[in-house]
């Protein structure tokens, strides 16, 4: 299969990265002229829009933004007017459900089958081939796309066979996530402030039942006081976190600590908007006085 991907920022370059050293014939497509050029030394065949890329490829990742991008990127004169009857195109961006609801209700009669995977890792997942996608699809499109799917991921989870039903998934895992962050952050800061030293934290955090991935990259990032160019994005964890609460809304269902995680977030990108998740942190560290060093 020649495979696409829109998007080749942070996560989409680490799929392209992936599916080049995996054997396949790699298009792309970014808004980024640097973007692209790194995306060509790597071993991939940079086009000149999202149609270019579908009318060389049978299969394409879509690594957008946001709902819109990808509307834009999939429908209309994008991907959907290129791809070839049989053609998949696998939604591994986080949007809305009802977006990619949206987005299967538009390819209807088109031939072109979807397959709604949001992906979870960050960006030591999609560098490293190691991606957890929570996938939704028809059965055939998701036999063909396994091997395609396998080489940029370590599990895939079969959630569902409609559009929206992998968005789904992920809204409920980013309310966690984004909850585990924001605890991380007022913990560091309460340690901060009472004198503790954070390589001792970390040694504690990451030994006990607390300690997991999200924790222990967010601490040590913190302890360091690496706050940007980690991959992590502040913009795309409190994008995520306000589907989570959109969805939670729409349904009636009250997220006590994912607002507060949200409102945390919202903070951090106001004050530092350059900044990834582990900035947050100096929004509390700025009311305390005080900060956690290593």
């Not at 990259?217 to 160019?229: H, V």
Request: hydrophobic fraction near 45%.
């Amino acid at each position: 299969m020649r495979i696409g991907v829109v998007g080749l920022g942070d996560m989409g370059s680490g799929l392209a990265k992936n599916l080049i050293e995996d054997g396949f014939e790699v298009y792309g497509f970014d808004l980024s002229d640097a973007r692209m050029v790194r995306f060509q030394e790597m071993g991939g065949q940079p086009v000149t829009s999202p149609a270019a890329v579908g009318e060389n490829a049978d299969a394409v990742f879509v690594m957008v933004m946001n709902g819109d991008q990808a509307k834009t990127v999939i429908l209309g004169d994008g991907l959907a007017s290129t791809l070839q009857p049989g053609g998949i195109v696998l939604l591994t961006a986080t949007v809305k459900a009802s977006e990619a609801r949206d987005i299967g209700a538009g390819l209807e009669g088109t031939g072109i089958d979807l397959i709604d995977s949001p992906v979870s890792g960050g960006f030591p997942g999609a560098q490293s081939g190691t991606l957890t996608m929570m996938a939704a699809g028809p059965d055939a499109a998701m036999e063909r796309c396994k091997p395609v799917m396998e080489a940029v991921s370590k599990v895939i989870h079969r959630v569902g066979d409609e559009a929206g039903m992998g968005q789904t998934v992920k809204a409920c895992l980013q309310s966690l996530i984004g909850s585990i962050f924001s605890a991380t952050f007022e913990a560091s800061a309460l340690a901060a402030k009472a004198g503790v030293k954070g390589e001792t934290l970390y040694k504690v955090f990451s030994t006990s039942g607390a300690g997991c991935g999200i924790t222990n990259t967010a601490l040590e990032n913190i302890i360091d006081r690496k706050f940007e160019g980690t991959g992590s994005h502040i913009n795309t964890m409190y994008k995520d976190l306000t589907i989570a609460m959109d969805m939670a809304r729409e349904l009636g269902v009250p997220l006590f600590t994912a607002g507060t995680a949200m409102q945390l977030f919202q903070a951090g990108k106001t004050k530092h908007p350059e900044g990834d998740n582990w900035v947050v942190t100096r929004v509390v560290e700025d009311i305390i006085g005080a900060e956690l060093k290593r």
